[in-house]
């Protein structure tokens, strides 16, 4: 068996990489395994420096990862440029404000002294998707690494450049051996290395159904899971929003990656008394996007990553047209040879159409029409999933009062739904549970260990 590394551009193949036999995978466990108690006992500046090392390694070779990136799933190359630096980013956050967040903290009790101590879980498996194939990870291993614990990465199958470039990174900051590893193995496998005793959590961001499955079993062997997984998030504009500023940011956030995100805004939830003026401008500016080569510097929309995903979407818009909603532009797939389509929006959608309720990941906008602010928040509300979502009106203190009213795991107002290394990030109901970044990511995969003495 080998991973194929296919150009979604132009659908050739540019590489094959084989997968791992049984011996080398145990290899790799043994590896891990071996590594995870050197490590852990390492002084957590040593390894905090290491992960600044990692930024540089990042920045050295930020252009030749941009272009993996780009060739395995079609992502324009300016938008690969900034995701190898945004993990160069959170490499150094966590050098910085690392040792800060797993040291001891002090509780006044009834003993002479009382602390909780911080330490690490172990190994820790990575599930990681295709979308942001470099960020995804480094937004995992940064917090993980730096906490003491001990990583493997099951990345997509369709980035196997990806993830063999993601290991060298690690390799060349000086990182130990073992301490991270790719695991070059199906979807199939991964239940197998979640029973192994030698791994103690994992981490899933990706599809509401892979995340059940991982959850499944990493219930059943009682180890700890953090899942990311689909969105739906509302982009809600109110009648006293910057509509300027609302349709360049609905925009930003619909289109990045080719739509092709779990935080873009999904549903435009647009006020009765602001929606026609807003799609006019909205329409205006999806159309002056610009589709081409991803490795051209002005393209803005390449393809989707993958030729299924693209059939699946396209299948979404069509039944959801043929029950009632309206093709302002786009809509269908692109010509050429490659997994392309075009940028899309799909107005009034309603409650009974696929697109109300599912997650489309592509390049094709839905807009829901509300009564008003109320109404807005019910339906915005009336999803399954909830990762995040945003408000937009001039009046910050009726947006923060809107925010706080949504069911997801963060909301902007007045800004583009976005991860920060700094924020914690993550979702409720159908989009997962726990907590990535800041300090919260650190501690996910750490125990809390109470110490008490008299």
């Known amino acids: 068996m080998a991973f194929k590394s296919v150009n979604p551009a132009n659908g050739n193949t540019h590489r094959e990489v084989d997968a791992f036999t049984p011996r080398q995978q145990e290899a790799a466990l043994q590896e891990s395994a071996a590594a995870a108690g050197p490590w852990r006992d390492r002084a957590v500046g040593e390894r905090a420096a290491l992960l600044r090392k990692a930024a540089e390694v990042l920045r050295k070779h930020l252009d030749e990862f941009a272009e993996i990136i780009t060739l395995e799933m079609g992502k324009p190359i300016r938008e690969a440029r900034a995701e190898i630096e945004k993990c160069a980013l959170v490499c150094d956050y966590y050098a910085d404000e690392g040792p800060g967040f797993v040291a001891d903290e002090t509780i006044e009790s009834d003993a002479g002294r009382s602390l909780v101590a911080w330490q690490p879980l172990g190994t820790v498996l990575a599930v990681m998707p295709w979308n942001f194939p470099f960020w995804q990870v ?3 291993a940064a917090p993980t690494l730096v906490a003491g614990n001990t990583g493997l990465l099951k990345h997509a199958s369709n980035v196997p450049m990806c993830a063999l470039a993601i290991e060298s990174v690690f390799r060349e900051a000086g990182f130990p051996e073992g301490v991270f590893r790719t695991l070059m193995i199906s979807s199939r496998q991964v239940a197998g290395v979640i029973n192994d005793p030698r791994v103690h959590a994992v981490t899933l961001t990706g599809s509401e159904s892979a995340g059940r499955q991982v959850a499944a ?6 180890k700890k899971s953090l899942l990311e997984l689909g969105g739906s998030d509302p982009f809600i504009v109110l009648e006293d929003a910057d509509l300027d500023l609302a349709v360049e940011n609905a925009v930003a956030s619909r289109f990045l990656n080719a739509g092709q995100s ?4 999904k549903r435009l939830i647009l006020v009765e008394a602001i929606a026609d003026d807003f799609m006019r401008r909205f329409r205006t500016a999806v159309d002056a996007l610009v589709v081409g080569d991803p490795m051209e510097e002005a393209t803005q929309i390449g393809p989707l990553a993958r030729f299924d995903l693209r059939d699946d979407l396209h299948q979404q818009v069509v039944e959801s047209m043929s029950a009632g909603a309206v093709a302002v532009t786009g809509c269908s797939p692109e010509g050429g040879a490659g997994a392309w389509y075009q940028p899309s929006i799909l107005d009034h959608v309603k409650p009974a159409m696929r697109a109300y309720h599912e997650e489309l990941f592509g390049p094709v906008a839905i807009v829901i029409r509300a ?11 009336d999803s399954d999933f909830g990762l995040g979502g ?8 009726r947006g923060e009062r809107v925010a706080r009213r949504l069911e ?8 583009m739904v976005k991860s920060d290394p700094r924020l914690p990030f993550g979702g409720v ?3 997962g549970y726990g907590r990535e970044l800041s300090r919260l990511g650190v501690r996910e995969f750490m125990n809390a260990k109470t110490i008490w003495i008299r």
């Open 408 to 415: 997801c795991g963060c909301a902007f107002v007045n800004g």
């Open 371 to 381: 009564r008003d602010e109320a109404d807005a928040v019910r339906i915005a509300n």
């Open 390 to 397: 945003s408000v937009w009106t001039m009046d910050s203190e």
């Open 262 to 265: 779990c935080i873009a805004a």
């Open 429 to 431: 109901k159908h989009s």
């Open 138 to 140: 480094f937004r995992f």
């Open 217 to 222: 079993a990493a219930g059943a062997k009682l």
